[in-house]
């Protein structure tokens, strides 16, 4: 682990730092991400590691129990989430929120200007984190086929919630930006605790363990550099309000989810929120990732 080599994520950045930490993570991302296909909604490097991933395919090797229970629970909790078993239970939490993320950027990618028209290196940037967020969903999704669940549908969300999704892409940043930056911060909370669970639920699958993690390292890498790209948006105004807004975001999100609560401990999450400093990251994703200058000690 890191020693105190960072700074709180809500620490305080000038007008100046922030444009320069924008020249500095566009950098990053294109060395990162490699070569945007933007008609896919895909990126190169991205694109390829999935690939091996698929060419190297993990099976579980006490195959699911009873598939059905997680078909039946996937979209909407139909049972008594208490009678599912653990594993069944963590995948549909996995989907649910994966499923979010996955209606948030299909309602931003036809409001974000597309590369041709980004005229700005904030535009530009917004655009490869969509693409980049639309690999996560596929990474999300190849998790699931390595339990063995290859027949998921990426369902859109209805009501109210479908409607939130396609207005807040539409919200000015002012507005949007402190929001915006707690939910990568929640992502990366969740993305945590759930490395942690993998070793908990798969003890006694040790390939399908080690390739969930690393299908979530792919993600975490890019939740992490999010986490410190969307900070950068952040004047000093709204750095003070995201903070108060971590607390009834996590709640109000994690409440849509019913498996959270007996899997997780929300309480827990919102702490490691406020207190989130880049310290308690591994070094291996740490050196692929990506902070900002005004986060370093």
Partial sequence: MNSRKFLSVFTSATEEQRKANFIDYWEFTQHHAGELLEAEKDLAKKRAKLLSFQENPVKL?????????????????KDDPKSLDRLTLMLTCIYKFARHEWVGINGAWDVVPDMANSHTIEDKISRVHLAEEYCHGRLFNEM????????VEWVP?????????????????????????????????FYFHLDRLFDD?????????????????EITIDEIAHVGQRR???????????????????????????????LFNV?????GGLAFDFNGVSNHLMEHSWVPSYCKA
């Fill in 61 to 77: 090797r006490k195959p699911l129990a009873n598939p059905d229970a997680f078909y039946r629970n996937y979209l909407e909790m």
């Fill in 232 to 262: 950068n948006f952040l004047g000093p105004v709204a750095t003070k309000i995201s903070q108060w807004l971590v607390p009834p975001l996590y709640t109000m999100f994690y409440r849509d989810i019913p498996e959270v609560a007996l």
């Fill in 267 to 271: 309480n827990d999450m919102i702490k």
């Fill in 201 to 217: 639920i798969l003890a006694d699958e040790p390939e399908v363990r080690q390739r969930m993690k690393e299908l979530l390292d």
């Fill in 144 to 151: 699931l086929v390595t339990c063995g669940l290859d027949k």
């Fill in 157 to 189: 969300l209805t009501g109210w919630r479908k409607w939130i999704y396609e207005q807040f892409p539409k919200v000015p940043g002012f507005l949007m930006d402190a929001p915006a930056f707690v939910t990568e911060l929640m992502g990366v909370s």
